[in-house]
């Protein structure tokens, strides 16, 4: 593995595999808008309360609105359960949302997910690049499962 053009085959072969992979499309924003919501609304509860009326102002948004926008509390009698959806990513939004409110509730999440990215390849490639000779599989398995898309 020391040998620089094998290193600089794999580089091509992961740059040319994301080129092929790419997508500028978001999921849709009833889906992310009502987890979103969700965040913003959260309880001790764990309801999965939204504001449908705030999710249908996101989905009129432009792309870049949308990934912007940053919902807010709604009045109680605004708020209805979603039942519709799991709320575990609800959580790992509002998590962002705190972490981040200074960004919009897709740019936090975005950013979450590429802060664990690099968590998981800083954890892995100490194991994984330098024992690659006696667990080739490691890197790759890790790299797989810690790969997040926005």
């Not at 965040?39 to 309360?49: E, I, M, R, S, Y």
């Not at 509390?73 to 209805?80: F, L, M």
């Amino acid at each position: 593995m020391n040998n620089p053009l094998k290193w600089l085959a794999w580089t091509l072969l992961i740059v040319v595999a994301c080129w092929l992979f790419r997508t500028s499309d978001h999921q849709a924003a009833h889906w992310r808008g009502a987890y979103f919501s969700m965040a913003a609304n959260l309880t001790p509860t764990g309801l999965f309360l939204v504001d449908t009326v705030e999710i249908n102002r996101f989905d009129q948004l432009p792309a870049i609105g949308q990934t912007a926008y940053r919902f807010h509390r709604s009045p109680a009698h605004q708020r209805t359960e979603y039942r519709l959806m799991q709320v575990g990513y609800g959580y790992i939004c509002a998590l962002a949302r705190r972490l981040w409110p200074f960004m919009g509730d897709g740019q936090a999440v975005v950013v979450l997910q590429v802060v664990v990215h690099i968590g998981c390849c800083l954890w892995l490639l100490p194991t994984g690049f330098w024992a690659c000779n006696r667990r080739p599989g490691l890197l790759v398995a890790g790299y797989g499962l810690c790969s997040t898309r926005p």
